[in-house]
Each structure stands twice: as C-alpha cells, then as structure tokens.
Nanobody, 126 residues
Framework: QSQLVEFGGGLVQSGGSLRLSCSVS????????ISWFRQAPGMEREGLSC????????YYADSVKGRFTISRDNASNTVYLQMNSLRPEDTAVYYC???????????????????WGKGALVTVSS
C-alpha cells in the first residue's frame, strides 16, 4: 500500500526554522517527483516546491524561494522541506505528494499528483 506521511510540523516563532520530512512507503521513489503543498484556513491548496527523482532538479514558488529548500534521500525514501525565515503567513497545513514521472518545471498542481500525505500543521507565531 502506497503511503506518504509528513513529520516535523509544530509551533515556531516568526523568523525561526522547521524541517518537514515526508516518509514514502510502497512506492519506488526513483520514479516519482515529490512536491510540497500547503493549505491555510479558507485558502486553496498552494504548490510550493518539487524535486525530480534522479537528477534532483528542483523548483520553488516565488512565495518560498530563497527561504525553503527541498531535498530527497532516495535510500531512505524520504523527502525534506527545510523552512527558514518563517513568517506568520506561512501558517498552514503542509502536504507532500507524489507524481509518477511528474515534471518539475513550474508550480506543482494538485490535479497532477497521484498520492498524498495527510498533512502536518505548521504554526508561525508573530
């Protein structure tokens, strides 16, 4: 059974850092582009970043470029999102998602994902 599970959410002060982990099971990670999304209350789910399986090519939305870093460890089937210089407006539920043979040349789109995690809450206090 394919499963994605997010870890590492929590409460952090403005300007602080958190690292989210996405543990993937039941999938051969080498075949999947992994993306991170977030959804704030009352807002649509927003694509943030993605990373391709082999070459490690990455993409970042403008809202997080320069502050967030995505990385992957295929050996441990884990994808990370390092979040620095967090702001109150980063408060949201963060999701990881997998797309088989997905591209990573533009903002990740929810309709292009094959598998989703259940999300991890990140709260940034001012």
């Amino acid at each position: 059974q394919s499963q994605l599970v997010e870890f590492g959410g929590g409460l952090v002060q403005s300007g602080g850092s958190l690292r989210l982990s996405c543990s993937v099971s039941g999938l051969t990670l080498n075949y999947y582009t992994i993306s991170w999304f977030r959804q704030a209350p009352g807002m649509e789910r927003e694509g943030l970043s993605c990373i391709m399986p082999r070459h490690g090519y990455t993409y970042y939305a403008d809202s997080v470029k320069g502050r967030f870093t995505i990385s992957r460890d295929n050996a441990s089937n884990t994808v990370y999102l390092q979040m620095n210089s967090l702001r109150p407006e980063d408060t949201a539920v963060y999701y990881c998602a997998a797309a088989r043979h997905g591209s990573c040349i533009a903002t990740p789109q929810t309709g292009s994902m094959d598998y989703w995690g259940k999300g991890a809450l990140v709260t940034v206090s001012s």
